[in-house]
Nanobody
Framework: QVQFVESGGGLVQPGGSLRLSCAASRSIFSILRMGWYRQAPGKQRELVAAITPGGSTNYADSVKGRFTISTDNAQNTVYLQMNSLKPEDTAVYYC????????WGQGTQVTVSS
């Protein structure tokens, strides 16, 4: 099992930006596709962004053009740059492989509100 530790969340006004980080306990990004997921209150967890070992990315339609996923293999860290945030982006954000095969971390709370 790989452990993930997410950080970087917080309270931000609509239109603002945040950068989330996810540190993995060992090096997997060069061999496994990674994803950022989110879960809003009362909703199922959903995949919002994914990146392959080769660097190809894809995004949920709801975040396309606003979010950017990237990895730093040397640091065993995956990032999610979130711009132009909207209230509907409010959720707990998690990282994991895609598809998910490891236990979930604690996540990081993102709240978009004025």
């Amino acid at each position: 099992q790989v452990q993930f530790v997410e950080s970087g969340g917080g309270l931000v006004q609509p239109g603002g930006s945040l950068r989330l980080s996810c540190a993995a306990s060992r090096s997997i990004f060069s061999i496994l596709r990674m994803g950022w997921y989110r879960q809003a209150p009362g909703k199922q967890r959903e995949l919002v962004a994914a990146i392959t070992p080769g660097g190809s990315t894809n995004y949920a339609d709801s975040v396309k053009g606003r979010f950017t996923i990237s990895t730093d293999n040397a640091q065993n860290t995956v990032y999610l740059q979130m711009n132009s945030l909207k209230p509907e982006d409010t959720a707990v954000y998690y990282c994991n492989t895609n598809p998910q095969i490891h236990y979930w971390g604690q996540g990081t709370q993102v709240t978009v509100s004025s």
